[in-house]
């Protein structure tokens, strides 16, 4: 059984750079599937952000690529986000979540953690 956590501080300044790392359990993160970042901000839908493949390529939303990258630690089947001069309005919940392909469902998300950029 695929597991997937995500951990990472959930207070943020704003213009710091938010860091947040998926936990991987009961697979690889170098076969096959792709993983990715996705946020929920308060009161609005689903947004993605970006995705890491098997490979380690790397693909981003085009509205965050310039902020956003996301990285990986084969050794400790972890992958992690990062992104920079946060605001107000990058306040959500963030899950990861494994995909196939690029037309397929997500199959396995984390709980998602909550994210708050206040001073």
């Known amino acids: 059984q695929v597991q997937l956590q995500e951990s990472g501080p959930g207070l943020v300044k704003p213009s710091q750079t938010l860091s947040l790392t998926c936990t991987v359990s009961g697979g690889s993160i170098t076969y096959y599937y792709s993983w990715s970042w996705i946020r929920q901000p308060p009161g609005k839908g689903l947004e993605w952000m970006g995705v890491i493949a098997s490979d380690g390529s790397t693909y981003y939303s085009p509205s965050l690529k310039s902020r956003t990258s996301i990285s990986r630690d084969t050794s400790k089947t972890q992958f992690s986000l990062q992104l920079s001069s946060v605001t107000p309005e990058d306040t959500a919940v963030y899950y990861c979540?494994?995909?196939?392909?690029?037309?397929?469902?997500?199959?396995?998300w984390g709980q998602g953690t909550q994210v708050t950029v206040s001073s």
């Open positions: 979540a494994r995909v196939a392909g690029i037309t397929d469902p997500y199959d396995y």
